[in-house]
Nanobody
Framework: QVQLVESGGGLVQAGGSLRLSCAAS????????MGWFRQAPGKEREFVAA????????YYADSVKGRFTISRDNAKNTVYLQMNSLKPEDTAVYYC????????????????WGQGTRVTVSS
């Protein structure tokens, strides 16, 4: 069992930056692939970024590539999402997820989800 708690969301102007964190409980954190997904009002949840269990591989949605960076610290049981050059269309609730999966962009591959943290980007 893994519990995930996101933090770091907030209100930021377009062009600004935020760093999201996702703290995980449990001793097996380093075994899981970790993903970030987001859901904007009235839209379906979509993939943002993912990182393999070791951190050696990262994956990004085209919409965030070059602006967002996912990383993890297995010693701290934490995964991060550094978000730069934010745009109003990045406004959403951001969720982190953990799972044993190689289909990183599919939310069905993740077993555990956090409650989400809201990011609002003003124009």
């Amino acid at each position: 069992q893994v519990q995930l708690v996101e933090s770091g969301g907030g209100l930021v102007q377009a062009g600004g930056s935020l760093r999201l964190s996702c703290a995980a409980s449990g001793r097996t954190f380093s075994s899981y692939a970790m993903g970030w997904f987001r859901q904007a009002p009235g839209k379906e949840r979509e993939f943002v970024a993912a990182i393999s269990w070791s951190g050696a591989s990262t994956y990004y949605a085209d919409s965030v590539k070059g602006r967002f960076t996912i990383s993890r610290d297995n010693a701290k049981n934490t995964v991060y999402l550094q978000m730069n050059s934010l745009k109003p269309e990045d406004t959403a609730v951001y969720y982190c997820a953990a799972g044993f999966t190689y289909y990183y962009s599919r939310d069905t591959g993740y077993n555990y989800w956090g409650q989400g943290t809201r990011v609002t980007v003003s124009s």
